[in-house]
């Protein structure tokens, strides 16, 4: 029972050696053969010649074309605006609740808290400030008094100053007259002093006033933007704690239109990409998209070395969603390029992706390519000079240098 598949091998090994060492001398009996059928006599010498000198090959005619070089990065979508609207104060909450994926305007409210003590003390506030404004006139009234009691002391002074001189006063008087003057000044300071700690009032019963104003303010909270409700909003009655671990939620609000394309390009491609750009994606789901790049980023993130694009999309009827998978393509400079069949590209003996092509020699010749694109019709690659020959059938039987045989392919424009 061992014996036939030993015997089995034993031809297949067989096979393959004469396939791929003896390849030549195949060839050359394969040519004999159907010369013979032919009716032709051709001498054997010129056979195995041209076996083993000529490798015949199809080629086809291909000139450069101009295309649209694009930068292709995968991404996904990313709301334009998304935020968590926390109230700013404790209390419980006094309005119906809106349920998530309903629209909400601009300013509008989607959490009221009950009010509490708050108008009380923004009444007293009020009221403090009213006395404080009260005090003002008096303490006006006491400087105006300080200060002619002053002016009056000077004059006393003045006089008193100058019949001494001429020695119808004493002294005594001179001195009786200046310890007035100084005891108007320090009136006047005492009664300046009143008046800026009246004012000093007045400003701070205005500030608790704001404040109390402010709280006030705060029990109602509004949408800071349009967009959708990501979250219920507080429900009616609960306790919103200002000071709690999570802050006092209210809702979550994300705005959708326009919406965001974020991409992360590699480092050589980044120059290509421009500020402005045109682009598009296409989604997931199958839906394609159009946008313009309005970020670039500076800094590339330390871990992958690619650097965050942005596109903002039109999203009217806001049928994109937040997060969705979308394949980002960025216009960029047009090349240079050449449509052949992915089947033409091959590696050389470094590794390097390239095609073969037929010089005017009729001889082999490798030259390195880059892909620009991959389509239906071909592949986009540059690299090659403006107008080439190239093996499409055959490219992996020779090397540089060996002549070839070509028959041309016609192509279709």
């Known amino acids: 029972m061992r014996l036939i598949p030993l015997i089995i091998a034993g031809i ?20 004999t053969e159907t010369a013979t059928e032919d009716g032709a006599e051709p001498a054997a010498e010129e056979t195995v010649e041209i076996a083993s000198n000529v490798v015949r090959v ?3 005619h291909s000139e450069a074309r101009q295309i649209d070089s694009a930068v292709i990065v995968r991404g996904e979508t990313e709301a334009e605006r998304q935020i968590d609207v926390l109230a700013e104060t404790s209390g419980l909450v006094t309005s ?23 108008p009380s003390t923004l009444a007293e506030a009020k009221a403090r400030l009213i006395e404080a404004n009260a005090g003002v006139p008096t303490a006006m009234a006491r400087v105006q008094e300080a200060s002619a009691r002053l002016d009056e002391a000077k004059i006393n002074d003045n006089a008193a100053s100058k019949l001494s001189k001429d020695g119808f006063a004493s002294e005594t008087r001179v001195a009786s007259t200046q310890a007035t003057v100084r005891a108007a000044e320090a009136a006047v300071a005492a009664a300046t002093s009143g008046l800026d700690s009246a004012q000093a009032g007045i400003q701070a019963a205005e500030a608790r006033v704001a404040s109390a104003q402010k709280e006030i303010d705060r029990l109602t909270v509004r949408a800071p933007f349009a967009g959708l409700l990501e979250s219920d909003t507080a429900e009616f009655g609960s306790l919103l704690q200002a000071q709690g671990p999570n802050g006092a939620h209210c809702a979550t609000i994300i705005q959708l239109n326009p919406i965001k394309l974020v991409g992360f390009v590699p480092e050589t491609e980044v120059n290509r990409v421009e500020q402005g750009a045109f682009g598009g994606a296409r989604l997931a789901s199958g839906v394609e998209v159009r946008g313009q790049v309005t970020f670039i980023s500076r800094a590339a993130d330390p871990t992958t070395r690619t650097f965050r694009v942005e596109l903002e999309v039109p999203n009217d009827d806001l049928s994109i969603r937040d997060g969705q998978t979308a394949e980002i393509i960025i216009a960029a400079e047009g090349k240079s390029a050449h449509l052949l069949p992915q089947s033409a590209l091959t590696l050389n003996d470094s590794g390097q992706l390239g095609v073969r092509v037929v010089t005017k020699d009729n001889e082999a010749d490798f030259v390195p390519v880059t892909v620009l694109r991959d389509t239906i019709d071909g592949i986009w690659l540059a690299g090659l000079p403006e107008k080439a020959d190239v093996i499409i059938i055959g490219q992996e039987y020779v090397v540089a240098g060996v002549p070839v045989e070509a028959s041309y392919q016609e192509t279709n424009e």
């Open 12 to 31: 297949v090994t067989a096979f393959m050696y004469y396939f791929i060492i003896e390849r030549d001398s195949l060839l050359a009996f394969a040519s």
């Open 58 to 60: 199809v080629a086809m």
């Open 96 to 118: 119906q609740p809106l349920r998530k994926g309903a629209f909400v305007e601009k300013d509008q409210i989607i959490c009221e808290i009950d009010p509490g003590t708050r």
